[in-house]
């Protein structure tokens, strides 16, 4: 069992849509990312939050917004996607402290109509 | 972004030794090497790092060149379970915070 949890596991939405994903840590942890794998393909880093600021933006379109709303919770808000932003959605978490492992959820698979 | 470069694919057989290869030519002086594995439907797991000595855990261990320029991940004695996507890594610090590239990664498939 993981200890990263994301929810929805899978969502589907059009491009006009407004939707949010959730993810959840009780680890204690004070950094938290989100990366974005497409098939067959390595996760590629989207956002870096620590202490609950956002740090790295790593030049991701506006359509996404990420929140991070307290230490224990990471969202990642949608709107008016595109196709092509289909894939796994993967949150992750870690110590404060720089060189610590990062901790995986399961990710959400997003499938854009 | 330093760059890592894996073969596609490995094959080895259960109960037997695995080295699984990673080159970083470009990798600066403050970067980290992290390996990480990936089982389908799952998301990345963490196995070992290290920046410069040779690293144990009770998973695996990581070789490092002495120019830092290549790694081996080791595992000791596969089995089934370690079927996955093996992925080598080099952490950054940005502006305060950890960042991992991914390399493209190996898939290691165990034969019984």
């Known amino acids: 069992d993981t200890e990263v949890t994301q929810t929805p596991k899978h969502l589907v939405m059009g491009m006009t849509n407004k939707k949010s994903l959730k993810c959840e840590q009780h680890?204690?942890?004070?950094?938290m990312y989100w990366y974005k794998q497409k098939a067959k393909k390595p996760p590629e880093l989207m956002f870096v939050y620590s202490y609950e600021k956002l740090s790295i933006n790593e030049s991701v379109p506006s359509r996404f917004s990420p929140e991070c709303p307290n230490s224990s919770l990471l969202n990642l808000h949608l709107h008016a996607l595109q196709p092509e932003d289909s894939a796994l959605y993967l949150c992750?978490?870690?110590?404060?402290?720089?060189?610590?492992?990062?901790?995986f959820g399961d990710g959400t698979r997003l499938s854009i109509l | 972004d330093a760059k890592t470069t894996q073969p596609n694919s490995m094959e080895s057989n259960e109960e037997e030794p695995v080295h699984l290869p990673c080159n970083h030519s470009?990798?600066?002086?403050?970067?980290?090497i992290h390996w990480y594995r990936q089982l389908p439907s799952q998301g990345p797991e963490y196995v070992i790092h290290g920046l410069t000595s040779n690293v144990n855990n009770r998973m695996a261990s990581l070789a490092i060149a002495e120019d830092r320029k290549s790694s081996t991940l080791i595992l000791h004695r596969a089995t089934l379970r370690d079927a996955a996507v093996y992925y080598c890594i080099l952490q950054s610090i940005i502006q305060g915070a950890q960042k991992l590239v991914f390399g493209q990664g190996t898939r290691l498939t165990i034969n019984p």
């Open positions: 680890m204690g942890h004070r950094a």
């Open positions: 992750a978490s870690s110590r404060g402290q720089l060189n610590q492992p990062q901790h």
């Open positions: 470009t990798i600066s002086g403050t970067d980290y």
